[in-house]
């Protein structure tokens, strides 16, 4: 738009002049737009005051259009960048925690299955055991037993006398 703007100023003041560049619409767009983009080819100039008061004008706000949304375009990238590493952690957080509770329930397995399968030798060693593999408790004594049932894959242990 801006560009329109200046090529027909550049055009209305330049156009009468005896040896001017700016001979047609489109000719002086170009000149608005190689002015605008900070390219300046020399090739065309205007000649006049007021041709030369508009290349200014036009040269100073093409570079105001090019660098004023750079700094929004950084800030944005920046929080973006920010954002992600955030989210990295997170997420880096939570696979450590599914890790460690993958281990929980593995170990939970394990004592499980060496609970309710005792193996030959420690039935040779120990003479007088349970079912579950542990000698027998008095009656005063409250022993951890793991329950028999799973809900959603949570491991619980209850507290029973026997």
């Known amino acids: ?5 200046f090529a027909g100023l550049g055009y ?10 700016f001979y047609t619409l489109p000719q002086t767009l ?3 737009i ?6 300046g080819y020399g090739d065309i100039a205007p000649k006049t005051a007021g041709g030369k008061l508009v290349a200014s004008l036009c040269a100073i706000c093409g570079v105001l259009c090019i660098t004023l949304p750079i700094p929004i375009i950084v800030a944005n990238f920046n929080r973006y960048y920010e954002k992600s590493i955030i989210e990295q ?3 880096q957080q939570r696979s ?7 281990e929980t329930k593995r170990s939970i397995r394990e004592a499980r299955y060496r609970l309710s399968v005792p193996s030959e030798a420690q039935d040779s060693k120990q003479t007088h055991t ?13 022993t951890l037993v793991p329950m028999a049932y799973l809900e959603k894959e949570e491991m ?4 029973i006398s026997p």
């Open 89 to 91: 952690a997170i997420n």
């Open 30 to 32: 170009y000149w608005a």
């Open 130 to 142: 349970h079912q579950n593999g542990f000698p027998p408790k008095s009656d005063t004594q409250t």
């Open 156 to 159: 619980s242990l209850e507290l």
């Open 34 to 39: 190689i002015t605008m983009t900070s390219t």
């Open 1 to 5: 738009m801006g560009m329109l703007i």
């Open 96 to 102: 450590n925690s599914n890790n460690h509770w993958d």
């Open 12 to 21: 209305a003041l330049e156009k009468d002049e005896p040896d001017t560049m």
